[in-house]
């Protein structure tokens, strides 16, 4: 299932680019006819990518079933198929439209995993920008741009930014809920969510500047220079968890 999933998400990058490259036409005519077979290749590639993720969500569908995975809401196979799609949406850039993260819970109650399992995976989506900008400050020290000092302030910052990230979030894109109800009587809850990669980081630098600029040993410029908004999505588009490890 791996290789599929890689072969789909390589389908969809190419798509991407062809969403990003501009058309070179001599004349409007010539450029009207160019977007209108760019716009029936990128059709043609999108059912094929459906087909295949409708597929491959319907087969691991039915093992999570045999696991004694259930759902309240949409069929497993629909709410994978989502998922998946969504793993792999690409902006024209070339840089992932969302933030993702899944996580697992268990409680004696559905709801108290259910909310467990949401909050957790809210925190693992900050967790992604924080790592990211901590590793920008690794990054900057080496080139001796900033000091020690600033580094361990930065990194400290950074880290204890991260509760109030995910609080400031808000309401999370959930594209996968299942659960297991199991012999003890407690509930597991699985769960993925999504954010938009741009708002996600926005905030995060917003709130990391606030703190920041608290800190008087700081140099300023070497600050919005080190969260520079492009910095930081090219760094987290690399840190993004591989697309195999999620379909585990």
Do not use: C
């Not at 989502?82 to 993702?100: A, L, V």
């Amino acid at each position: 299932m791996k290789k599929t999933i890689k072969l789909l998400g390589m389908a969809i990058f190419a798509l991407s680019l062809m969403m990003a490259t501009p058309a070179f036409a001599q004349s409007a005519k010539a450029q009207k006819k160019e977007n209108k077979e760019l716009k029936k290749d990128q059709k043609e590639i999108h059912e094929s990518l459906y087909k295949k993720a409708e597929k491959m969500a319907i087969k691991e569908a039915k093992k999570l079933e045999k696991e004694g995975w259930r759902t309240m809401g949409l069929p497993i196979a629909k709410q994978l198929d989502e998922t998946w799609m969504k793993m792999y949406d690409k902006e024209p850039s070339g840089h992932p439209r969302y933030i993702w993260a899944q996580e697992m819970a268990t409680a004696n109650t559905f709801a108290a995993a259910q909310s467990q399992a949401d909050n957790v995976a809210k925190l693992r989506i900050a967790s992604q920008v924080s790592s990211s900008v901590a590793a920008l400050t690794d990054v900057a020290l080496a080139n001796q741009e900033i000091s020690s000092k600033e580094a361990a302030s930065i990194t400290k910052t950074v880290e204890n930014a991260k509760i109030i990230v995910s609080q400031k979030l808000g309401r999370v894109f959930k594209t996968l809920e299942i659960y297991q109800e199991l012999n003890n009587g407690n509930y597991r809850v699985r769960v993925a969510v999504f954010y938009d990669m741009k708002a996600a980081i926005s905030i995060a630098r917003e709130v990391m500047l606030e703190e920041l600029k608290k800190d008087s040993d700081i140099n300023k410029a070497q600050l919005e220079k080190l969260l520079d908004m492009d910095n930081i999505s090219n760094q987290v588009s690399r840190d993004l968890p591989q697309h195999d490890e999620i379909a585990e």
